[in-house]
């Protein structure tokens, strides 16, 4: 079979129109709750989905609210490569969303984690420990959603079965929630 763009663009725009627009609802209104509250946002995931999430606390730290300077506190776990590789080696690569967790997130914090397949275990620890400590948790997940589509408090979840597309899904759900949030920029920053 050839692939050509426009197959692909075809599968990307059926896969958003089987979104649950209640759960993206969900998330942005938790999201502009936690910015005016002054809380902070995580995000987490492996290979793209990490990328992903770098991206988009870039945008809700500076995207949101380019007037003000007044962003959400966002956090992207896997950023810093130094205590990545640190956690891993000391305390195994389970563990190395949940221990920046364990010394960062406070009660009333919001967690969201990016996965292709849902059942990555450093994501499902970060999920467990959040769920534990008084964090929110929300997931976006592809395929069938894996264990992180039942232990986040609120899944989107696209069923698809491409990695590609899993990612693409990320992306445009969260910059729909940046614009969302950038619009209701002033009555945060008021």
């Known amino acids: 079979m050839k692939l050509s763009f426009l197959d692909y663009s075809e599968r990307l725009n059926k896969t958003l129109a089987s979104a649950d627009e209640a759960a993206i609802e969900a998330l942005c209104e938790t999201l502009l709750n936690a910015w005016k509250d002054g809380k902070q946002f995580f995000l987490c995931g492996n290979g793209g989905s990490a990328g992903n999430a770098v991206h988009i606390a870039n945008d809700m730290i500076y995207g949101i609210d380019r007037k003000t300077g007044k962003g959400m506190r966002a956090h992207a776990l896997p950023a810093n490569t130094s205590i990545l590789t640190c956690l891993a080696n000391d305390e195994g690569y389970d563990e190395i969303f949940a221990k920046q967790l364990s010394v960062y997130a406070r009660p009333g914090d919001v967690l969201l984690v990016l996965s292709g397949s849902g059942n990555s275990a450093n994501i499902l620890r970060a999920i467990d420990y959040a769920n ?3 964090i929110e948790t929300f997931a976006i997940l592809g395929y069938d959603g894996g264990a992180a589509k039942e232990r986040a408090a609120h899944s989107v979840h696209f069923a698809i079965d491409d990695m590609q ?6 992306l445009v759900v969260m ?5 969302w949030l950038a619009d209701k920029a002033a009555s945060v920053n008021a």
Do not use: F, K, L, N
């Open 132 to 134: 534990d400590h008084g």
């Open 165 to 170: 597309i899993s990612e693409d899904t990320q």
């Open 175 to 179: 910059h729909y929630a940046m614009q």
